[in-house]
């Protein structure tokens, strides 16, 4: 856990300066080092966006990790369902004058129960020796603390979408 803390310190560096941030070139380099990971479960990945040159304002190593760790979410869930046609699908867009970005799957949905619990410190939906909860919950102070952002989970018709807004 401590090494956690320390690998996760440097994010809340008081020092660091924003900087902006393409979303549709930060998701593509964020695929092509995680598309082997994807195809080997055989998860298509597609990219939904009007316009490439969406900018946000962020920590971009930061932004990353947040996008990892939901990548690594959808992964998790489709590893445990028999799903033949495992997508993701990522939306970049704009609400009002604010970068949307969305990164929606079709594994498995999150318990009700669960959905409202899934951001904080150690919980977890996953068997608790795969998984210490910290994941989503350092995603979230990542954006909202550390970026002044808004992230929420939501279940849809066919899985489930995460939405960064700002």
Do not use: W
């Amino acid at each position: 856990m401590s090494k956690t803390i320390r690998t996760f310190s440097q994010y809340f560096h008081p020092y660091k300066e924003k900087a902006s941030i393409n979303l549709y070139s930060l998701i593509n380099e964020i695929i092509s080092f995680y598309k082997k990971t994807l195809s080997s479960i055989e998860i298509r990945f597609h990219i939904n966006c009007d316009n490439k040159n969406i900018e946000t304002i962020g920590f971009k190593e930061e932004y990353k990790e947040v996008i990892l760790i939901i990548l690594n979410n959808a992964y998790d869930a489709f590893k445990q369902m028999n799903t033949k046609n495992k997508n993701i699908t990522c939306t970049i867009s704009t609400i009002g004058n604010k970068p949307f970005l969305s990164i929606e799957n079709n594994g498995k949905k999150i318990d009700e129960n669960d959905i409202n619990k899934v951001f904080e410190p150690y919980y977890s939906t996953k068997n608790q020796n795969e998984n210490d909860g910290m994941g989503l919950y350092i995603a979230k102070m990542i954006i909202e603390d550390s970026m002044n952002k808004e992230i929420t989970i939501k279940n849809t018709k066919d899985g489930v979408r995460f939405t960064i807004i700002g």
